[in-house]
């Protein structure tokens, strides 16, 4: 074993995390689907965001594979970024199912991967309505 004569001052890290441009690119690109209900007490309902990585071919260097897709979804999961823009949209989707402004929100926001699909699933519950159904969703 050599023996060590002069070491570096500094220790180097490599981060990996989702630029600004990746995130507007995603949420440009996602099929949204919304259901929810009105109740006496409340609104509850759900929004499914989708994203099929192939259709960001031509935009991005990275390839758009599985593996690509798995490793956003990792990166997603821990975003402030695309948890808020995630809860807005939920929230903009309910108001509108609701066809109220509704107040009190309070979501669960999900992750997950299929193939070459990223999922990001927001649970939301909030204050305001009275009982009617509703689904709809926008590509």
Do not use: K
């Amino acid at each position: 074993m050599a023996a060590v004569r002069r070491v570096s001052l500094f220790e180097r890290e490599i981060r990996v995390g989702l630029s600004s441009a990746a995130i507007e690119i995603l949420f440009d690109l996602a099929s949204v689907l919304s259901e929810g209900a009105r109740e006496p007490d409340g609104y509850y309902g759900s929004t499914m965001i989708t994203i099929e990585l192939a259709r960001a071919a031509s935009l991005v260097s990275d390839p758009c594979d599985a593996r690509t897709v798995r490793r956003l979804a990792d990166l997603v999961a821990g975003d402030a970024r695309v948890r808020d823009r995630a809860r807005a949209l939920a929230a903009a989707e309910a108001e509108r199912l609701a066809g109220q402004p509704l107040g009190g929100a309070q979501y669960d926001l999900r992750v997950r991967e299929s193939g070459r699909h990223l999922h990001i699933d927001v649970e939301l519950e909030a204050r305001g309505g009275d009982s009617t159904n509703s689904m709809r969703g926008r590509p």
